[in-house]
């Protein structure tokens, strides 16, 4: 009967687990575990603590769930609020900005992480959600170090991505077949740039990726390939073209120069409270912005000279 | 005709040997130059270069262990039932071929699943435990399937000489059927933890795609900072190497996503190589045999 | 209660007269134990399947019954465009790619799977399991994502420059799945031969076959249901895989005309799009509707391959 006993034990422990630690999830586990662990990461430590509104009440997690593409920032800087409110647990999850939406729409997640505004979406009710704009992204058309070309006009690049021009010497180029690298139908990313670069126009068919580290992988490698990409992604593998002799760059961003730029929204539904409230506080904070903001490739809020809406109207700030 | 067949045969298996090889070599070769003990033990890093996999690594391994707590007796179980208690009708047909077709649903969908009943659904969030339920989901139909086909394998004179001996029919499954199918089943369940190590895309909605930072020195069961709680998120290692290659933006990205992935071939071959012998061991316990 | 003991007649009468003199309580309540077990195990099963099976219909059959896309539209329409005005839902394109891609897969593994048993089991059994095995079990445990990786990385650049082609193709795909499905059909169709018993190769061989006569007329016809099987778990396999197979195929909507084609397959077509999509939308909807295909399509598979597996073995 050895297997038997066996069986029977392995599954009252779980049975045991699960008792004992479900119904603790969400009741108030005051662990304050001292940061002295074994492995622990040099979290930078920061010099002024001057977050006067530390609020040390343990409750639920808060959860931040969508765009895998803001995940990165979301987790950083949740590493550091917890390094500075003991006791407050911020879990970061990814899963893609519909998925965010959904979530947080749904109650199920404390905030949703989304790389655009939650009424270019239908089926969310936006207006039962508060928008928090965190920073602000770049996304430029990008090609491999191969090919000749800098900079496309904008009507060139809306022929290129609906299919009119196929080779490159057509715009000043070798001669090389354009092989187009998309973003799904869904994304977000394309949506911006379909509206922002290509004037709404509809893309051509072409290679479809959704990971921005795919996607430029594919361009580096391909010959004559062309797609776009979020600024923070660029390295040395490929390039970035200029638009009408604009360049992606900060300054160009702020003001609108380069039109190419698209919010990063991180959504809560009605007005936070709490722990949740000065995390996006936290956020919003100028040592978060000129710091981990710019080194993760983004840009900070604050330095926007102006404001876009949901429609894409711009105005001065 | 002979010689032709086993001139084939031959070459079959040195071009999937030299397959294999080439293809673990190149994993092992790209990564094999981030293989350090500050690696392996220090948590990931999000912005500069450095990081490491400590917490993913151990959430892979503990994982496993939970998946297999659920999924081992479930599907063995299921398998006896298969193999000595159903009767054969079309509905025990029916019940196989579901089974079967639960192992060929995408693994998105049964993350979304996951998310659904397991996340969101029981109100624990993203947790080991959604994931462990999740995987189990996945390598059930495995399981049971091995079960079955190595439970019905056993030469029936086994069977019967327990059956003369006037032992019980649940007693001679247990003690003299199972032991006897052990090689087959140690087959699936170590083709099972290959998919669990593996698995990425029904995790991401469940076990989720990051970790809290884990005190390794705390050992209780509730602490949300504890390694041992199955009730706090946790990244695996295939899904860490999924995060970084799609949007990891250190500088250093492709080398951390090389040398996980070098890690988790080398995990995965030491956890073979000593489920087989210790496998090997209990069968030779419990039937005295050897194969 | 139906104990049917091999040997002792089946006859209703002697069956009662058995029982009533031989009951024993601990032995029944043990026997009822075990069995309870086994099938509550086996019952819970069966729930997994069709709570699943459930979630997956509902979602996937509001796209026809709430949105009011008509189903032969969805499946054989080659336009997929959800997010245009009007919204187009055809997903003859992904069908295609899934089922091509899946087949290949297949053709390339099962021959090159069920070899590596036999040579693992007749020709070189020790070398066979010592080596052989272990490095099988071994390609399991690789992420589908590094197959993904490699397969973008070696594979795709390969096909480009040898056929002067895209590189992301069909081929690709069904060259990066054969190698993800072959340790499964290998390793159960190891079982299945080794479980062949020693007798019946004895036998053979001393009517005078060859080695090669005897594995193809006896040990692969006794093992053929267990082959089978594993040749239906690999492609099963194949059809649920999204995150390796995304990487290679390209992902175009069009159909494809040759092997070197790019292709789209329903699971990379959700795993792509479903991150993006809210519930409860159309777009979604119809990605699940994909799901439910995906599931209706493997169940018609394993039914033809299990129909076939039957017919063979009366004959």
Not at chain 1, 17 to 39: H, R, T
Not at chain 1, 143 to 165: H, Y
Not at chain 3, 257 to 267: E, K
Request: aromatic letters at 8%; glycine letters at 10%.
């Amino acid at each position: 009967m050895k297997k038997l006993s066996k069986m029977l034990m392995a599954l009252t422990f779980v049975g045991a687990l699960l008792a004992g630690c479900g119904s603790n999830n969400a009741a108030p586990a005051p662990q304050q575990p001292a940061q002295q662990p074994a492995q622990q990461p040099a979290t930078p430590a920061p010099e002024q603590n001057n977050s006067g509104s530390t609020t040390t009440t343990s409750g639920e997690p808060i959860t931040a769930v969508g765009s895998t593409a803001l995940q990165p920032l979301v987790e950083q800087t949740a590493k550091d609020f917890m390094a500075k409110n003991q006791g407050v647990q911020i879990q970061v999850q990814g899963g893609g900005s519909g998925t965010g939406l959904s979530q947080v729409a749904s109650g199920a997640a404390t905030i949703g992480n989304s790389d655009i505004f939650a009424e270019e979406k239908k089926g969310i009710p936006a207006n039962e959600l508060v928008d928090h704009r965190v920073a602000v992204v770049g996304m430029a058309a990008a090609v491999s170090p191969k090919v000749k070309v800098d900079n496309l006009t904008k009507q060139q690049l809306i022929d290129i991505f609906t299919g009119k021009i196929t080779n490159w010497k057509d715009v000043g180029g070798d001669d090389m077949k354009i092989t187009l690298v998309n973003r799904p139908k869904s994304s977000g990313t394309r949506a911006t740039f379909s509206k922002f670069a290509l004037d709404g126009k509809e893309e051509a068919e072409g290679i479809t990726e959704d990971s921005s580290g795919t996607v430029r992988k594919i361009i580096a490698e391909t010959p004559g390939a062309i797609g776009y990409l979020a600024l923070s992604y660029f390295n040395d593998s490929v390039k970035a073209l200029k638009l009408d002799g604009v360049e992606a760059n900060a300054e160009n961003i702020a003001s609108n120069k380069y039109p190419v730029w698209a919010y990063e929204h991180m959504y809560t539904k009605g007005e936070p409270t709490g722990n949740a409230k000065a995390f996006l506080e936290f956020i919003l904070s100028e040592e978060v912005q000129k710091k981990t903001i710019t080194e993760l490739g983004f840009l900070p809020i604050t330095d926007m000279k102006v404001e876009r809406d949901a429609e894409g109207k711009v105005t001065q700030k | 005709m002979d010689r032709i067949a086993t001139v084939v045969l031959t070459l079959i298996a040195a071009l999937i040997i030299g397959t294999l090889i080439g293809l673990l070599g190149f994993i092992l070769t790209q990564g094999w130059h981030k293989l350090n003990l500050d690696f392996l033990t220090s948590p990931p890093d999000i912005v500069n270069a450095g990081g490491g996999i400590g917490p993913q690594l151990f959430n892979s391994f503990y994982l496993l262990v939970l998946t297999m707590l659920i999924a081992l007796p479930l599907g063995i179980g299921a398998g006896i039932y298969m193999a000595e208690y159903a009767p054969d009708n079309k509905f025990t047909q029916f019940i196989r071929m579901s089974i079967e077709v639960l192992s060929s649903l995408p693994s998105i969908v049964v993350g979304l699943f996951g998310l659904l009943v397991f996340v969101n659904m029981t109100g624990w969030g993203y947790t080991l435990f959604s994931g462990a339920l999740a995987l189990t989901v996945f390598n059930l139909p495995l399981l049971v399937r091995v079960t079955e086909d190595a439970l019905r394998n056993v030469p029936r004179s086994q069977k019967e000489a327990s059956l003369a001996l006037g032992i019980t029919k649940w007693r001679t499954i247990v003690s003299v059927i199972l032991p006897a199918a052990l090689p087959g089943i140690l087959t699936g369940a170590i083709l099972a933890s290959g998919r669990v190590f593996g698995e990425a895309a029904a995790l991401l909605f469940t076990a989720g795609m990051s970790s809290p930072n884990l005190n390794f020195a705390d050992f209780s069961l509730n602490s949300p900072t504890s390694p041992l709680n199955p009730f706090r998120p946790a990244e695996t290692l295939a899904v860490h190497i999924w995060k970084v290659n799609s949007e990891g933006l250190t500088p250093d990205a492709r080398d951390v996503a090389d040398g996980a992935a070098a890690v988790l071939i080398i995990a995965v071959l030491l956890f073979n190589l000593s489920a087989r012998w210790f496998g090997t061991w209990v069968y030779k316990k419990m039937t005295s045999g050897s194969n | 209660m139906n104990h049917r003991i091999e040997g002792v007649g089946t006859n209703r009468q002697s069956l009662i007269a058995r029982k009533m003199l031989t009951y024993n309580k601990r032995q029944f309540t043990e026997n009822m134990t075990g069995r309870t077990i086994a099938m509550v195990c086996a019952a819970l099963l069966v729930i997994v399947v069709l709570s699943i099976t459930y979630f997956i219909a509902s979602k996937g059959l509001s796209t026809f019954f709430v949105d009011g896309v008509s189903i032969s539209e969805f499946l054989t329409q080659v336009k997929w465009d959800p997010e245009g005005e009007p919204a187009l839902y055809g997903v003859f394109p992904f069908i295609l790619g899934s089922f091509l891609v899946t087949a290949l897969a297949a053709l390339i593994a099962a021959p090159l799977g069920i070899g590596a048993a036999i040579f693992m089991t007749e020709i070189f059994p020790g070398f066979g399991k010592k080596v052989l095995k272990p490095v099988i079990e071994l390609l399991v445990g690789i992420p589908s994502v590094v197959y993904g990786y490699v397969g973008l990385t070696l594979l795709v650049p390969f096909i480009r420059e040898q056929f002067d082609v895209l590189g992301f193709s069909l081929l690709a795909g069904g060259l990066v799945l054969a190698l993800m499905i072959l340790p499964t059909i290998t390793s159960v169709a190891t079982d299945a031969i080794e479980a062949v018993p020693q007798d019946l190769r004895n036998a053979s061989l001393a009517l005078g076959a060859t080695r090669w006569q005897t594995i193809w007329n006896v040990v692969l016809h006794s093992s053929l249901p267990g082959c089978l099987t594993a040749v239906v778990l690999g492609m099963a396999r194949a059809f649920g895989e999204a995150l390796a197979v995304q990487m290679v195929i390209g992902n175009t909507t069009k159909l494809p005309g040759s092997l070197l084609d790019p292709i789209s397959t329903l699971t990379s077509g959700i795993t792509l799009n479903m991150g993006n999509t809210i519930q409860g939308t159309p777009y979604n909807n119809a990605l699940w509707s994909m799901a439910l295909l995906l599931l209706l399509m493997s169940f018609v598979f394993i039914m033809i391959l299990r129909f076939l597996g039957r017919k063979r073995l009366v004959k």
